[in-house]
């Protein structure tokens, strides 16, 4: 897997909206956390752009995004918010010049649908918090970015929280993101080879039977039977309907992995959560899951 070039002071950072519309005032947060870090913020063509939820049409969506995308000074693309609409102009870009220039792409959510592209022709990724969340984050999910930027790894290790973790080592490329997004990808060009990999998986506001819908559509593709380990991280704010369905996102996804003898981890601290650490999709890891502490270490 390439690594782009990490960051230094006075460096680029592009700021664009692939999915839902947010305006520059919404921005405020992370631009000023970008000044703080010694880059330079520019600040793309949708922000501020209107179509309907969408920052624009799909077209200006794309073109915003290719145009940094071919940008050599760009450093880094920083996408603003989530939402959705990425999925909807991601065949309309061409990552010829990105490959000749790679270079970080920063998000999670709906983004989660240029982490998995991108893996599939080869490159990292940092699935972190956005500027449209940055105000709510933690100073560890904000540190976590930065020492990503900068080349230093983001390791993470807290004491055991999750009584339904199964115990173990696994080694391998972390690959995943927002799991109805995973789900969604099923099928297409951007579908994740998850294969000897540690698969993380995140979620927002769903109902529990569309968590075991979109959980065994991943286990009848395969992509649950041989991984490396699972990182489950926030499963924030599910609902359930009149009629109970009867199991929690953590039961439904292990009754998913069952049979399977991988480790596996629950409340990590990534995906919609205050505490949203960074994690380096594409890198190497080490996941340590014991009776007492996890440990996620980049190799």
């Known amino acids: 897997m390439v690594t782009p070039p990490f960051l230094k002071r006075g460096d680029k950072v592009a700021l664009v909206a692939t999915a839902r519309k947010i305006s520059r005032k919404e921005l405020a947060e992370g631009l000023d956390l970008l000044q703080q870090w010694g880059y330079i913020p520019v600040i793309g063509q949708t922000i501020d752009a209107e179509d309907d939820q969408y920052a624009g049409s799909d077209s200006l969506r794309a073109q915003d995004m290719q145009r940094m995308l071919d940008d050599p000074e760009i450093k880094a693309i920083w996408c603003a918010r989530g939402g959705y609409g990425t999925v909807r102009i991601i065949d309309s870009l061409d990552f010829y010049k990105f490959?000749?220039?790679?270079?970080?792409?920063?998000?999670?959510?709906?983004?989660?649908?240029?982490?998995?592209?991108?893996?599939?022709?080869?490159?990292?990724?940092?699935?972190?918090?956005?500027?449209?969340?940055?105000?709510?984050?933690?100073?560890?999910?904000?540190?976590?970015?930065?020492?990503?930027?900068?080349?230093?790894?983001?390791?993470?290790?807290?004491?055991?929280?999750?009584?339904?973790?199964?115990?173990?080592?696994?080694?391998?490329?972390?690959?995943?993101?927002?799991?109805?997004?995973?789900?969604?990808?099923?099928?297409?060009?951007?579908?994740l080879d998850t294969e000897g990999k540690i698969l993380f998986i995140e979620d927002l506001d769903e109902y529990l039977y569309h968590i075991d819908r979109m959980i065994v559509n991943l286990k009848r593709n395969g992509m649950l039977?041989?991984?490396?380990?699972?990182?489950?991280?926030?499963?924030?704010?599910?609902?359930?309907?009149?009629?109970?369905?009867?199991?929690?996102?953590?039961?439904?996804?292990?009754?998913?992995?069952?049979?399977?003898?991988?480790?596996?981890?629950?409340?990590?601290?990534?995906?919609?959560?205050?505490?949203?650490r960074a994690l380096v999709l594409g890198a190497q890891a080490r996941l340590e899951v014991s009776d007492k502490k996890v440990a996620l270490r980049y190799l």
């Open 99 to 191: 490959v000749k220039y790679p270079k970080w792409i920063v998000g999670y959510s709906d983004v989660t649908v240029l982490h998995s592209h991108l893996h599939k022709i080869g490159f990292q990724t940092l699935h972190a918090t956005m500027p449209v969340s940055v105000e709510e984050n933690s100073a560890f999910a904000k540190a976590s970015l930065a020492k990503a930027l900068e080349g230093k790894k983001p390791d993470i290790e807290w004491e055991i929280l999750a009584t339904e973790n199964r115990s173990g080592i696994a080694e391998g490329l972390l690959v995943g993101g927002n799991l109805s997004i995973l789900y969604s990808l099923c099928g297409s060009s951007s579908n």
């Open 225 to 276: 039977d041989h991984l490396a380990g699972l990182i489950v991280g926030g499963m924030t704010k599910m609902h359930d309907n009149r009629i109970p369905f009867g199991k929690t996102a953590k039961e439904i996804i292990m009754d998913a992995v069952g049979e399977c003898s991988y480790p596996v981890v629950f409340d990590f601290p990534a995906g919609h959560l205050d505490d949203n």
